[in-house]
T-cell receptor, first 115, second 110 residues
C-alpha cells in the first residue's frame, strides 16, 4: 500500500458523459501527478499540481481538467468522453519535485471504460 | 522531439541475469527513472540516475550514459516474482514532467 488512494476503482460510462476521478495523496506530500495508461500508448503524463498550483502540463486534452484542493486532494475531470478515453488513470504523489525527492508513489488507479 | 525506446518483451530463466536497455532523446534532460509494474497494478519506483555510471541497489542496478542517451536496468538472481513490466522514464529538465517508454515485459521461467 503506497498511501495514495484513488476512487472509484472502476468506472463504466457512455460516450459523451462526464466523470470525476479523485485522488488523495500520501500524508505530507504536496505534489500530485495524473497519468493515463492505455494498452497501445503506455503511461502518459497528464498534469502535475504542487500545493494547489498547476506545476507542469503534459499531453492533456482540452476536454480534461484537474485541480488540487486546499486539503491537497486532487480531482481529474473528463468530459465529452470518447471510446479512446478508456484507460487506467493513475494518480501519484511526492513530497516535492522529482529531481530532488525522486520517489513518487502511485495510487492503485481508476479503470475507466467508455462504452 | 521526445522519444524513449526499450524492447517490448524479454524472457529469462530463474537465477539468471537480465539487462533491459533504454535509449532516450529528450529536449532537456534531468535524469532517468526505472519503475516496475506488475500486471494490473501501480508502478513502483526502482531507481533514479542523474550522473553517469552504475548505481547498485540489492539485486537491481541501473546505469546511465548521458552522452549516449542510454540507460540499462540489470536484474540479478532472477526470481519468478520479477516477472513484470519495467518502465524507463526520462525527467525533463527543470520540470517534473516524466516521459515514459512503453515498457519492457519481462517473463521469468523456472
Amino acid at each position: 500500500d503506497s498511501g495514495v488512494t484513488q476512487t472509484p476503482k472502476h468506472l463504466i460510462t457512455a460516450t459523451g458523459q462526464r466523470v470525476t476521478l479523485r485522488c488523495s495523496p500520501r500524508s505530507g506530500d504536496l505534489s500530485v501527478y495524473w497519468y493515463q495508461q492505455s494498452l497501445d500508448q503506455g503511461l502518459q503524463f497528464l498534469i502535475q499540481y504542487y500545493n494547489g498550483e498547476e506545476r507542469a502540463k503534459g499531453n492533456i486534452l482540452e476536454r480534461f481538467s484537474a485541480q488540487q484542493f486546499p486539503d491537497l486532494h486532487s480531482e481529474l475531470n473528463l468530459s465529452s468522453l470518447e471510446l479512446g478515453d478508456s484507460a487506467l488513470y493513475f494518480c501519484a504523489s511526492s513530497v516535492g519535485g522529482l529531481a530532488v525527492n525522486n520517489e513518487q508513489f502511485f495510487g492503485p488507479g481508476t479503470r475507466l471504460t467508455v462504452l | 522531439g521526445q522519444n524513449i525506446d526499450q524492447p517490448t518483451e524479454m524472457t529469462a530463466t530463474e537465477g539468471a541475469i537480465v539487462q533491459i536497455n533504454c535509449t532516450y532523446q529528450t529536449s532537456g534532460f534531468n535524469g532517468l527513472f526505472w519503475y516496475q509494474q506488475h500486471a494490473g497494478e501501480a508502478p513502483t519506483f526502482l531507481s533514479y540516475n542523474v550522473l553517469d555510471g552504475l548505481e547498485e541497489k540489492g539485486r537491481f542496478s541501473s546505469f546511465l550514459s548521458r552522452s549516449k542517451g542510454y540507460s540499462y536496468l540489470l536484474l540479478k538472481e532472477l526470481q519468478m516474482k520479477d516477472s513484470a513490466s519495467y518502465l524507463c522514464a526520462a525527467l525533463s529538465y527543470n520540470t517534473d514532467k516524466l516521459i515514459f517508454g512503453t515498457g519492457t515485459r519481462l517473463q521469468v521461467f523456472p
